[in-house]
């Protein structure tokens, strides 16, 4: 495999793990556009265990994830008293914090970077990516997963019938941040470097974007969002200058002609019933 | 069962409800009627902790609601309805139910690794005995919205149900409903009081109200004017001025 390919298919494998971070947070109607900021965090706290304190990878990944989940739910916490734009916006300010930080922490390189972080490879990175994936298809077919549906149908009719709205609210935010975190932590082991501005703000607005035009209604749509628009740039490179014109002019007609994106939950009920069931999303 | 004991709601400078007592025993039937704006649907918000009260306490089996979240309140056995029907969009007839279920079983993170729970089996019976009775068993599969008018009331009945509550609040069920439908719904409720829960409806139609109720609450302004049995309040002078307003001399 050229190198190009391989660093083209890790960086879309990291983009599904973002776009799946968004689309558990949106599982309940939040949407958070500061998911680039879990990601700095679980990419600076897994570089420094394996690089300064010797500690091996994938204990390194769970352990950063897990800071990025804890700082997940304290998001999560005050975010449950803004909603809607101003949630957006808070979420967008948090991230914006996260990057400075790491820009101005000197411990872990502050401007220049960090170096160093290494060993995540291709299969490395897909498996999260399945295991990720299969999570979400068990949550989807889970009661917990009908508890988020009603909470994101109507939270106030869900706690008349017994859903502890605030906790499944904020238990999301981890969730969130916490895969966010995985594909922050596998980003800096597959790159050697990184530096706070891998984490700005157009890598939060990338990731709900790939779960806008893959379909909200879905998991799969994240899935499919990101796969596609992690390949398009590059199938587009034959237009160079314009390669990013169009790439704009194609999101801009899938909300035109597709608004619900590229997978909505009917078609994949069609396609789980075409095919094996495996992709069924309903329960009954 | 249920102590309403002086319960005022304020909403800025209007007084929604002003000093409301009423007193609810077990397995009965009791009605709240009024003219619209009289506070009904808000004293249900505030039993339910949709809304918090302004002043007074609210008890159920002796324990003081008002401090309570509404799926705190739901878990003690208080199920409801919504006047303007509010299931869940999404969701199918099954799974308007079957989420409603969530209270009597594991749903937190540990459900995900539950392929064949032992008690999914015993509630999925239950969920289709519920759906039978209400008669849309055979619709389960149908998005729960896209329901005729009548068959979606009876659906939010069925989910209400499922809590298993001990008091059930109806809030306007016949509304909307033609006669055959309405004297349907009556022997339903009737079978869920025999079923041993106590009904609290709200309700326009006088025949529902009169029909059912053993004791029945009037709201007018959010003030309390008369309580009785259904003889005693439509002979109360007070209700039929509410009604239909004093004849001037």
């Given at each position: ?13 990291i ?18 556009l ?28 769970l ?13 999560g ?10 949630l957006?916006?808070a ?7 996260v ?7 000197e ?16 299969p ?15 949550l ?15 939270p106030?009719v869900?706690?008349t ?7 499944l609210?904020?238990?999301v935010?981890?969730l ?8 922050g ?5 597959y790159?050697?470097?990184?530096e706070?501005?891998?984490?700005n ?12 035009l ?20 590059e199938?587009?490179r ?8 169009l790439y704009?002019?194609?999101l801009?007609s ?7 994106g ?11 019933e ?11 | 069962m ?11 400078g ?14 009965r039937i ?7 704006g ?18 007074g306490?609210?008890?159920?089996q002796?324990?003081?609601l ?13 199920a ?5 029907i ?17 209270i ?14 032992q ?12 759906l ?25 009945i ?7 509550p001990?008091?059930?609040?109806l ?11 309405t ?5 339903r ?5 025999n ?16 029909g059912?109720?053993?004791y ?10 008369a ?20 004849e001037e001399?």
């Open positions: 495999m050229s190198v190009y390919l391989e660093g083209v298919l890790a960086l879309m494998g983009n599904i793990l973002m776009a799946l971070s968004v689309y558990a947070i949106l599982t309940t109607d939040q949407l958070s500061g998911n680039a900021g879990f990601m700095a965090i679980g990419a600076y706290v897994s570089s420094y265990l394996t690089v300064k304190s010797g500690v091996p990878l994938l204990p390194a990944i352990v950063a994830a897990l800071a990025s989940s804890i700082v997940g739910l304290l998001i916490i005050p975010a449950l008293r803004v909603k809607g734009i101003y957006v916006m979420t967008l300010g948090f991230g914006e914090m990057r400075t930080f790491f820009m101005n922490f411990p872990t390189g502050g401007a220049y970077g960090f170096r160093g972080p290494s060993g995540a490879t291709l490395l990175i897909y498996g999260w990516v399945l295991v990720t994936i299969f999570l979400f298809w068990l989807t077919r889970s009661r917990l997963g009908r508890s988020l549906d009603a909470v994101r149908d109507d106030e869900a706690s019938v017994g859903l502890h709205v605030t906790l609210k904020i238990g935010f981890g969130g941040a916490f895969i966010a975190g995985v594909a932590a596998l980003y800096a082991h790159m050697f470097y990184i706070s501005n891998n984490f703000f157009l890598v939060s607005a990338m990731a709900v974007l790939f779960v806008i893959g379909g909200m209604q879905t998991f799969w749509g994240a899935v499919v969002g990101a796969i596609i628009f992690s390949i398009l740039p199938a587009l034959f237009m160079k200058d314009w390669r990013l014109s704009g002019a194609v801009v899938m909300m035109i002609f597709r608004p619900s590229i997978l909505t939950r009917e078609t994949v009920r069609n396609l789980g075409r095919f094996t069931g495996i992709f069924r999303t309903t329960r009954s | 249920l102590e309403v004991i002086e319960v005022s709601k304020n909403f800025g209007l007084q929604a409800l002003d000093c409301v007592k009423l007193h609810l025993e077990e397995n009791y009605g709240l009627i009024g003219p619209n009289a506070g009904k649907t808000t004293l249900f918000n505030l039993i339910t902790g949709l809304l918090p009260v302004s002043g306490s609210i008890q159920f002796g324990q003081e008002t401090s309570l979240h509404p799926h705190q309140i739901t878990r003690l056995g208080i409801r309805t919504f006047q303007n509010r299931l869940f969009p999404t969701m199918t007839v099954l799974e308007n139910v079957l989420v409603a279920q969530n009597h079983t594991r749903s937190g993170i540990t459900s995900i690794f539950e392929f064949k729970a008690g999914d089996k015993r509630l999925r019976g239950e969920a289709e005995t519920l039978q009775q209400m008669g849309l068993w055979q619709k389960r599969k149908e998005i729960g919205s896209s329901l005729a008018y009548g068959e979606q009331r009876r659906l939010e069925a989910r209400a149900l499922a809590l298993e001990s008091l059930l609040l809030d306007e069920p016949a509304a909307g409903m033609n006669e055959a439908e004297e349907e719904l009556l022997d409720i009737q079978e869920i009081r079923a041993g829960k106590t009904i609290f409806l709200i309700e326009h139609d006088m025949s529902v109200v009169m059912i109720c053993h029945i609450y009037v709201l007018n302004f959010g003030k309390l004017i309580q009785g049995t259904p003889e005693k309040i439509q002979a109360n002078e007070a209700v039929i001025e509410a009604y239909l307003g004093r001399a």
